[in-house]
Structures are given as C-alpha cells and as structure tokens.
C-alpha cells in the first residue's frame, strides 16, 4: 500500500509520526514537506520510496502536484495524512481531486471553519459558546450588544489559540477592527468568553463510531497562557477516565463528532465547565492533540499512541487500551522578558525529589532561544497512580523551576 504523509517541517513530533507510518507492515511511505529531507536522520529517510519538497505545503496546487508526481512515480497513493492543523483543507482538496479515500474536503470545512462548526453544534443540541461570523464592523458591533463584554475574537480557521484574543472593552474591541478589519475575504470569528474549568477530549472514531476516549484538564486555560507569558502551566490527565462527573462529555464528546461528520480518525475537543456545573463545547481538530497529550496517554496506558495512530489511519485497526493504569501530568516550562534562555534553576532539586516520577522531558538549554508557542522552552511529565499526587507534583516543579531569558 502506498501511503503519502504530508507535514510543513519535520519537528520532533512529527518525525515520531512518520516513523511509525514508515515502520507499518506493508507500507510504501512517500513524504511531501516544506522542509529538505536532509534534516532527517539517514536512518529513517531511507525508509522512505519517494520524496518531494514543495515551496509551501499549503497551497493546494502544489500539494496536488506533490502528490501526483509521487504517484507517478511510485503507483496509486490510498492514503494521504497529515497531523498539521493548518494542512487538513488542502489536502483533503487534493484526495478529493485525486479520488484517495479520507476526510472529503466539506468535512473538513466542518472542523476548520469555527463559525461553521457551531452552526452545525447549535442544529444538533450541542451546548457551545453563543458565536458570531463577523464579516463587517457592524456585526462585531452588534454581537457585542447582545452578549456584552469579555468576548473571543479569532480567526475562522484558528487553531491552538493562535490569534485568538480576550476583548475586554469596546476601546479594545475598536483597535482590534482597526488592525484587522472584519470583512467577508476575511471574517472573524466571535464567541462569548466562557468561563470556567477547561478540558480536552480526545477521542478514537472507526467508521463515525466512538470507540475509546481520554480526556485532560487544562490549569489555567491555553487563552490566559498566552496572555501571561511567565505562567509554567499543567495539564493533567487523570486515571479516572469514567468517574461519573463526566457523564457530560462522554455524552456530547461523540455526538459533537458525529455532528461534524468524523469517519475515522483520532481527535481532539477541547470543552468548558462552566461555574454553574454546565458544559460547553469549544471546538474540535480531527488530528492528534499537541501539548505532549499523546505521550501522556502513552505514560497512562504503556501503549505508543504513534503507531496505533498510524494504524488506525492506515488499516482502520485499533487495539483499545485495556486499563489506565496511571495519571499523567505536564508542567510546562516558561520564561519572561527575553529572547534566548540565560539560566534554569531549580531542576537539580526536582530530580532529586521526585525523580522517580518523571518519565519524560525537556529541560531549556542555556542560548536556547525563547519559545513563540505556549508550550513554552521546555517541559517535565511526570506519572503516579493517584490523580492528587500527580497534581502535588506538578505544583512542586512549577514552584521550584524558574526560566531565566535574557
């Protein structure tokens, strides 16, 4: 089977995934990417039948040649994946044109337009965030007037919070429709501010059918993450992947799946609490979630999240997990006021104390320059079977590391 894996840059998550799509029984792996191969090990490019770099890995034309090329060369392609947000549209635009069996490119519109998605929440009793797709002033206006301020003011098509801002006040709300005007070639996406507990929801779906689930929280929210940039934030994955006072999103996590048309796939939801106890969806990604989630089901459950991805993708198989048999948590690791690291302090002392907790990191290196996304300069996961003594643990990192940036 010749199966084409498509990715802007090779960063360390995605150099795992095409590992284990190289490394499937059976598979011919091609590579389309923005970025050279030769940045690969040799190891894993001679896995490889076919390669071919494209100027911009999102344009539609040129991953549509990419992509005939490589089968041109290399035989008809069955499978064409991405794990990039950003990438989703235009490759399903190239299955479509191409006749590869996946996500059609409507479905995705489904998930990558925000407006579109909670038009589709609201037709089918998912609770959401009241939202509005601005495509002038007026509307942005007049949206405001029924929900009143803060507000969520984002791109139709955003994706892990970026471009995405709390609007407090109409003077703020005027200076941000003075720099980026709402129009119909570039709507805004505007939603009431929830708040509340947020979570994520990822979810395993095998022909529209939901077959396993895991779910994170988030401590504080990704939003108020990148409005403080010196907050190191946790997410923590709980073993108690059932306790009853989630009835709520193991109801509405799939039927929120089906709304949008998820055949098979990993997703990922990321949903509020609310104050009073209700919940409210937020929006979805059909892809794998980021901030090291994987590897955090992976830690939970001893399984390689990678290779079950590929398989699920590739074969439509899936082994479930049997057992959770641990919690999970990652604190992230996050500087103020610089650009490159200057110092980290505290790790030493970490390790020492719970160093027989940690199962993963990655410690910010002197010279390192200063992380653009939230996930921050670097990160430490720790694991234990209890849910509280994770969370004491986190605590204690984020209380005794400091990143240093100068």
Not at 62 to 75: D, F, I, K, M, V
Not at 133 to 149: H, I, K, L, N, P
Not at 178 to 197: C, D, H, I, K, N
Not at 333 to 342: D, F
């Amino acid at each position: 089977m010749f199966v084409i894996y498509a990715t802007p840059f090779f960063t360390q998550n995605t150099m795992g995934l095409i590992k284990a799509f190289a490394h499937l029984e059976g598979v011919r792996l091609g590579v389309i990417s923005q970025e050279p191969q030769e940045v690969l090990p040799l190891e894993l490019r001679q896995r490889f039948v076919g390669h071919w770099r494209v100027h911009d890995a999102l344009n539609f034309d040129q991953l549509n040649w990419a992509a005939a090329e490589l089968a041109r060369r290399h035989g008809p392609v069955q499978r064409l994946i991405a794990a990039n947000e950003q990438i989703q549209l235009p490759l399903a635009q190239v299955r479509d044109r191409l006749g590869i069996p996946g996500m059609s490119a409507e479905t995705v519109l489904n998930f990558r337009d925000k407006g579109r998605m909670k038009d589709l929440f609201h037709e089918h009793g998912i609770p959401c965030a009241r939202h509005c797709r601005a495509v002038s002033d007026d509307d942005a206006w007049s949206f405001v007037q029924e929900v009143g301020f803060p507000i969520c003011v984002k791109p139709v098509d955003g994706a892990a919070a970026q471009s995405t801002y709390r609007v407090e006040n109409s003077r703020s709300l005027r200076e941000l429709l003075q720099s980026r005007p709402a129009s119909p070639q570039a709507p805004l996406q505007l939603e009431e501010f929830l708040v509340g507990q947020e979570n994520s929801f990822e979810s395993v779906t095998l022909g529209g059918v939901s077959v396993w689930h895991s779910w994170t929280r988030y401590q504080p929210t990704p939003l108020d993450v990148m409005r403080n940039p010196w907050i190191q934030w946790r997410i923590v994955l709980p073993r108690e992947v059932d306790d009853s006072d989630y009835d709520e999103i193991r109801e509405f996590g799939p039927r929120a799946l089906k709304a949008l048309g998820m055949g098979t796939g990993l997703s990922h939801l990321e949903w509020f609490r609310r104050s009073d106890g209700r919940i409210a969806i937020g929006e979805v990604g059909a892809r794998p979630p980021g901030a090291q989630i994987t590897t955090m089901m992976d830690r939970a459950h001893d399984m390689n999240s990678e290779e079950a991805w590929a398989r699920l993708m590739v074969f439509g198989d899936f082994d479930a997990p049997k057992e959770r048999k641990y919690a999970v948590g990652n604190a992230f690791l996050r500087g103020l006021g610089g650009s490159r690291v200057k110092g980290v302090m505290g790790i030493d002392q970490v390790f020492a104390e719970i160093g027989e907790h940690i199962t993963d990191y990655r410690i910010p290196q002197l010279g390192q320059p200063a992380a653009i996304s939230y996930e921050g300069e670097g990160f430490i996961i720790v694991r234990h079977p209890e849910t509280r003594v994770v969370d004491d643990l986190l605590k204690y990192i984020i209380n005794t590391v400091r990143v240093d940036l100068v």
